[in-house]
């Protein structure tokens, strides 16, 4: 097995360009599983871990970019107030030790339908900046997931970093799994408030071939929201918008819990986050 | 007999908590396991395993993976030079599959390759032929006779049937359940590994992680053909064990490959061939039904146990008996009548795992007694303390329980501690944790009690014996002990443990304890909470033999009385503590003392085949537990906030070691509870990995208090019980039991899933 390990980022395109049979690695929490477990075996890995200009994130113009080297555990720890629902996420990654070696973009290049950084990325509406020695595009995060660990990648390209809007809003995220730490999500849900707009951002995680949004529960808690009075939630809404965001999924039977249960679960973690989310919106508003 | 410890003055001795000389090592990583094995020029071992419960095997071919670059070894069924058979009790196993597979991962080839990977590419390279025939998963169908038998002789492994008092009597109050307990696996951290090294003489050596070196070397040679002595075993780091290594795993594999290849041969299992390379815990079905009268006292206990033993019979009789014998639990029964059958299924091999058929009996007991106590409206802790057996009450054996058993007073105690404070606001302390389920929406708290019974050392009239060679000789002008047994250390602390005892008998400071190996006699298995009992009762006696020829010189040379004599602080000494001699003189110079014993526990006899009366245990033991537990009853999602035990040890050798054993139990304990399970459907495994077999993290496991009551037993070294198994016995059903107070549901199975709280 080849190991390509460029020193820069346009290094590390031309070698993806010239190798597309090497398989990129950053953490390498799900490669190396892949390998250890003889599930995959690459030609080569291309190691991104030496490149500079991805280690890094920024701020500009109300947009968060977050390299593609950055860690879980940087995002949990720098990045809780510019994106809180992606920190909230990280936290729930692995253990300390993976959240020190694991990425946010290693996660997209996977793209798992139980990747728990995707939620959040749904939610808050973010866009995946790929790169090759073709040049950048960008995609939304809506549009990168297109099935079963697939994402829109092209074969000479690298994820360069994830650009997420800066809210100033609440956002939540929950993840359910059968032990209180460093478990794959039974089932997931991201939750972002946008009320300059008054629109409703949500992620499903682990309840679908790939994670996805609900948009006919965005739109009706959107409608239910007192946007203007910052009134209480209705009980009534909120259990509504429960149930579209469990219509949104299409969850299966596996060892990890039952299709039912992963529905019932969503249900009721998407009308507690949107309850949290919307309360702290109330009191933020007021204080 | 009794404690000699309180005199000693040389440190380190019984009773105080003594450093381990493996702790920082392994703290730091720098302690070598049996997978860090490596020797020059060695070779890789891999094994090709069946992907079929049950299989025809029709063909073989190796010409493929012969041919690959790098290999030098590719063996079947044909190249068992000795009988290709092994097994605990039966041998029933091959060692390589001949005519027929009958469980996922048996093995049916090896591979010998300079390399790791390629000795795996190569191995799948072999071509088997299966046919695969209908696999028998149904062990209650299975033992009904209902099945195709899977071996001469039927389906039923064994039979234990206990008959004590009127097997008609009838009670007013009658509670009735049927349980299931999953198959829990040992999940050790270390995988199954080994280096095996061929010697000019035609034997092997083989360095090997492992539980029982004597009786690896039995089932080796007997595989190989070749004489015991041929074959000599030397302990290697074990990295955990549970009960999971003591059937073979890839001990006659890697010596097969290097008598073939004339080379060293390491085998490392990768985590996933680990699930598939050792025995589970035996998955129970139960049917219970307990008869009291009107205040709760019990009038008779009857219960229905299926085991399912899965392919081979690995030690399932032995499971069978314990599930059996100690089916009514910690309890003053007067009448008894259990059945308990193990079963021969194409499921994975169940064998030996912490707890040994107990821990499946007292989810069924325990959740009875919980039946009982709401049958009769008294509180879950009363009924326990009503019913439990004391010291001179009998079991369902009809023997008589001749020392303490202090079940009331371990379930009064767990009952007083304090209880934990009330469900916090920080997520760490809710069921989800941190991954944000809730802020406390749905949660709910219970609490439960759970109360166990164990045997201690091995039963049913087992010829059960420890050896240890006690030598002491000058060394750089300081006397040295050096004590060598085949114990095996998997991380209790057995090592650290004979040091204690030989500090304390001999009163030398300095001492070495041996390389566990076969050039000295058998300790039995590392297993059933004994080695502190029996390998320490052989240490303790095989020093004392050593003292009394060091005092019996002092005694010649002073004219004392040597009753008046004993060792400290590297002399013999006098009643009053005077130096009466020095150990180095009384060795003068190059003189060594050394004595061997081989140490036997009282016998214990075999079970009436009709009624299953005998005195066929050497001791039992007991703890119980309270459990608290919050439960997200929307989500179904379950946080252990308290998990506290009480537990007789008879006497604490080592505290720090006993409170290791009771934290590590009950933690074994919850992960049955709440999470741990290798799912198989149809004789396949599904969630073979640690990504998919959880237990618990420190974020499930709470912090506990533990009470530790030291009752002495007049039978055992130091007053000694074994402390090993009894707690992850009953914090199973605490947990569960305060599950189901948490959210009124019958909850008639472990381990609990979210599904079964959230009824989706």
Known sequence: ?287 | MTATGTRARTRGGVGESAARPDGGLKVRGEFAFSSDLWMEGMLWGATLRSPHAHARVEAIRTEAALAVPGVFAVLTHEDVPGVNAYGLEHRDQPVLAHDRVRYQGEPVALVAADHPETARRAAALVEVDYAELPPVTDARAAVRGECEPLHAGGNTVRHVRIRRGDPTASAPVVVTGEYEVGMQDQAFLGPESGLAVPAADGGVDLYVATQWLHVDRSQVAYALGLDEELVRITLAGVGGAFGAREDLSMQVHACLLALRTGRAVKMVYSREESFFGHVHRHPAWMRYEHGADETGRLVYVRAEIVLDGGAYASSTPAVVANAATLGAGPYAVPNVAIDCHGAYTNNPPCGAMRGFGAVQAAFGYESQMDRLAEAVGVDPAEIRVLNGLTQGDHVATGQEVDSAAPVAELVRRVRDMPLPPPTGTDLRSLPGGVANTTHGEGVRRGVGYGVGIKNICFSEGFDDYSTARVTVQVVGDAPVASVHTAAVEVGQGVVTLQEQIARTELGIARVRVETADTRVGSAGSTSASRQSYVTGGAVQAACREVAAELVSRASIASGADPATLSLDADHVVDLSGRRVASVVDLLGGEEVVERTVEWRHRPTTTLDPETGQGSAHVQFAFAAHRAVVDVDVELGLVKVVALDCAQDVGRALNPGAVLGQVHGGSAQGLGLAVMEEIQVVDGLVRNPSFTDYLIPTVLDMPPMQVDVLELADPHAPYGLRGVGEPPTISSTPAIVAAIRAATGLPLARVPVRPEHLTGT
């Open chain 1, 1 to 287: 097995m080849d190991l390509v390990q460029p020193a820069t980022w346009a290094e590390a395109l031309t070698a993806r360009a010239e190798r597309p049979d090497l398989l990129p690695i950053a953490g390498g929490t799900d490669v190396m599983v892949d390998i250890n477990f003889d599930r995959r075996r690459p030609e080569g890995l291309l190691d991104l871990t030496r490149v500079p200009e991805t280690a890094t994130w920024s701020v500009d113009d109300g947009v968060l970019r977050i390299g593609a080297g950055v860690t879980y555990a940087q995002v949990e720890s720098d990045l809780a107030d510019l994106a809180p629902g992606l920190a909230m996420a990280s936290r729930t990654v692995g253990s300390p030790q993976i959240r020190n070696r694991g990425t946010v973009a290693g996660n997209l290049g996977s793209a798992s339908p139980a990747g728990d950084a995707h939620p959040p990325l749904l939610a808050v509406g973010a866009t995946v900046e790929v790169e090759s020695v073709r040049g950048i595009r960008q995609v939304a995060a809506d549009d990168f997931f297109v099935g079963v660990k697939r994402n829109a990648l092209e074969p000479d390209e690298l994820i360069r970093s994830v650009l997420v809007p800066v809210t100033g809003a609440p956002q939540q995220f929950a993840k359910i799994g059968t032990r209180n730490a460093m478990v794959i999500a039974v089932a997931s849900f991201a939750v972002s408030l946008h009320p300059a707009d008054r629109r409703v951002g949500t992620g499903i995680g682990s309840a679908a071939p790939t994670p996805r949004r609900a948009p006919q529960a965005e739109e009706q808690l959107a409608g239910a929201l007192d946007w203007d009075g910052r009134g209480p939630l209705d009980p009534s809404a909120v259990r509504r918008f429960g149930e579209l965001v469990a219509d949104a999924a299409d969850p299966i039977d596996d060892v990890r819990g039952s299709a039912a249960y992963r529905r019932h679960a969503l249900a009721v973690l998407a009308a507690r986050t949107a309850t949290w989310a919307w309360d702290q919106h109330r009191t933020e508003v007021a204080s």
